[in-house]
Each structure stands twice: as structure tokens, then as C-alpha cells.
């Protein structure tokens, strides 16, 4: 669908990008994912044509459009600030793209009026300014605009970081779904690893220009290929040599494991090595309890089901044990 060759960017004598390579299949949902300046933004932008690459090329269904202008490009795209007109009507900004195809106001008003009942959007809410909404429905306005001059694909730039968070959690299901409804290739910058995580068929992880690692959610957080995607999906421990009993570590590199493979009071049966440790403190989040143990001169971070009976205070000596498979270094 979307294929990214040897892109390299350049700001003057800066290099941006080193040969970025993507491959984004039809109907997917790919997210570009890393921290801020990483190139996530300038890939996209790249994509959609607001930035010439130094060299290499972007392809769309096997066609080369890397010089071809932004609006020739059949890309929708929904900015971080949704760049939405705040005093024209929802209606007349949703349109606006279909006006400057020539679109009779017959079709015109028929697919305004189609994408909106998909987005979510009454036709009350097509008849204010847009300054009159709220952020999750200037968010649906944003979408919905992208979606109906029917593009090829839709390239979405941090389009939830303005929102609070619960707001956030309810539109990234939306977003999904909405995705899924419409079948339309999507492309999606973000710098939050959960929503990542959620919202994702691929994620490409981006660090300094480069991509460290092309996966699924499962491959990148279970199966990280690079120190840095190990410690930048979610939360993780790194092991010194001696933390666990037997476990004989190779000095020369890192080690690290994710905190609901490490575990408190099992048995040898369940846990290959096991160690004694003293709970510091714990975080309770209801649906889990995050302990942090002292054991052997370091803290290991671990995360347990509540299951309401098993919970251990701070000072409480208990064994916590792990299984070298679930280990990952480099």
C-alpha cells in the first residue's frame, strides 16, 4: 500500500531520517511510535508530502509519489490541532475539501451527511461553529473531514494528545473501531506506548532518526529487539548478576524482564529460580498490585493479579521467582 524505500531527510546539515524503511499493507493500522524528535512526525509528513526526502522513495500501490504535490497524493490528514476553520459550522468545514473538488451540493451534502452519522455527529452539531464543541467532537469533526473525499489513506499526527485522559481512552476505542468500520488504511504518530500498544496492527519504534524495530504490540513488547524498544514499551526490570539465586547472567551484556513475568511466592514448579526478597512498598490499581522488592541489593519491580486474599504489606519477607526464558538481553 504504502512503502517507504532508503528515505533519507535532511534540514540543512542535519540528517533527520537514515534510511527509513516501512512497508504499510492495505487496511492496517500501522503506528509510528517513539519519544519526541525521534522522526516519527517527519516520516509522516514525508508520507503525505509536506517534506521532500534528500533521497529515497515513497511509493503508494506501487506508484512512486515522491515529488507529487500534497493534494495529489488521495492522503487524508488529521492534525494535532485538528487545524479545523473555529468559525465556520461543522458542516461547512467537513465539506470543505469536497468544495475544492467542484462537487455538486447535492453529493456534497450527501456525503456530509453519511460521514457524519458515522463519526457520530448529530445534525445539530453539524449546524454550530466548530468553536462551540467540545475537544472529542472537534476530534470527530477532524476525522470526519479526512474521511470524506474517500482517500486512500489517513495519516493522523498525535490526534489525541489535546484531550484528558479518560476522553482519551473512550475516542481511542472509538478510533479503532471507526477503522475497522471503514477499512481504510491508517497511519498514526504517537509518543504514548499504551495507545500504540491498543490501537495497532504494526508498530515501527523509532529512536534518533532510526527504526529500531517493525513488529506487532505482542512482538515488540514480549520480543524487543533493542535495549532501547525494551525500555521504552512499557515498564521493565533490568537484572544484575546474583538478583535471583542461580541465575547466572552474561556479565558483558543487559538484562531485563517485564514485571508480570517476575513473580511473588510461587513455587519451584512454576518458577525455575526463585529468590528472597523484602517488599519495600506496593501500588495498588485494583485490578492489579504493583510490588517493589529488595532482593539482593536491588529493587525488582513485579506486578500480581488481586485476587483480593494475596496481598502482602511493606517489610513482609517473600520469595519472588522468575523463568530464564522470559528474560531479554543484549
Known amino acids: 500500500m504504502i512503502q517507504l524505500n532508503d528515505i533519507i531527510v535532511k534540514f540543512g546539515d542535519f540528517e533527520a531520517l537514515h534510511n527509513i524503511n516501512v512497508h504499510v499493507k492495505e487496511g492496517e493500522f500501522f503506528t ?42 488521495n492522503i487524508g490528514i488529521v492534525f494535532q490541532s485538528y487545524a479545523l476553520f473555529p468559525t465556520m459550522t ?11 473538488k467542484k462537487l455538486s451540493k447535492a453529493d456534497i451534502e450527501r456525503k456530509v451527511t453519511d460521514i457524519a452519522r458515522k463519526v457520530d455527529l448529530s445534525d445539530e452539531q453539524l449546524a454550530k461553529a466548530v468553536s462551540q464543541l467540545s475537544g472529542g467532537q472537534q476530534q470527530r469533526v477532524a476525522i ?9 489513506i489517513i495519516c493522523m499526527d498525535e490526534p489525541l ?3 484528558d485522559a479518560k476522553l482519551r481512552v473512550q475516542l481511542r476505542n472509538e478510533l479503532k473501531k471507526m477503522q475497522r468500520e471503514f477499512g481504510i488504511t491508517t497511519i498514526y504518530v504517537t509518543h504514548d506506548q499504551e495507545e500504540a500498544l491498543t490501537l495497532s496492527d504494526r508498530i515501527a519504534v523509532f529512536n534518533k532518526g532510526y527504526i529500531e524495530q517493525i513488529g506487532t504490540p505482542n512482538e ?18 533490568r537484572l544484575e548478576d546474583g538478583a535471583v539465586a542461580g541465575l547466572k547472567l552474561d556479565p558483558a551484556k543487559h538484562h531485563f524482564v517485564r514485571l508480570e513475568r517476575v513473580h511473588v511466592n510461587r513455587t519451584a514448579a512454576e518458577c525455575p529460580f526463585l529468590a528472597e526478597g523484602v517488599i519495600e512498598s506496593r501500588e495498588y490499581y485494583g485490578l492489579y498490585i504493583k510490588y517493589y522488592v529488595r532482593c539482593a541489593g536491588q529493587t525488582i519491580k513485579v506486578i500480581e493479579k488481586n485476587d483480593g486474599i ?15 526464558d522470559d528474560i531479554m538481553s543484549y
Open 144 to 152: 470526519a473531514r479526512a474521511l470524506v473525499t474517500e482517500p486512500a
Open 220 to 237: 515488540v513488547y514480549n520480543f524487543s529487539k533493542t535495549e532501547f524498544v525494551a525500555n521504552f514499551i512499557g515498564d521493565i526490570n
Open 90 to 100: 461543522v458542516r461547512d468545514n467537513i465539506a470543505f475539501g469536497l468544495k475544492i
Open 161 to 163: 494528545s489535546n484531550l
Open 32 to 73: 509510528f511510535l517513539g519519544p519526541s524528535g525521534c522522526g516519527k512526525t517527519t516520516t509522516l509528513r514525508t508520507i503525505t508530502g509536506f517534506i521532500e526526502p534528500a533521497s529515497g522513495t515513497v511509493q503508494m500501490r506501487g506508484e512512486d509519489i515522491t515529488h507529487v504535490p500534497i493534494e495529489k497524493r
Open 310 to 324: 494475596s496481598i502482602y504489606e511493606p517489610g513482609e519477607i517473600v520469595t519472588i521467582g522468575l523463568s530464564p
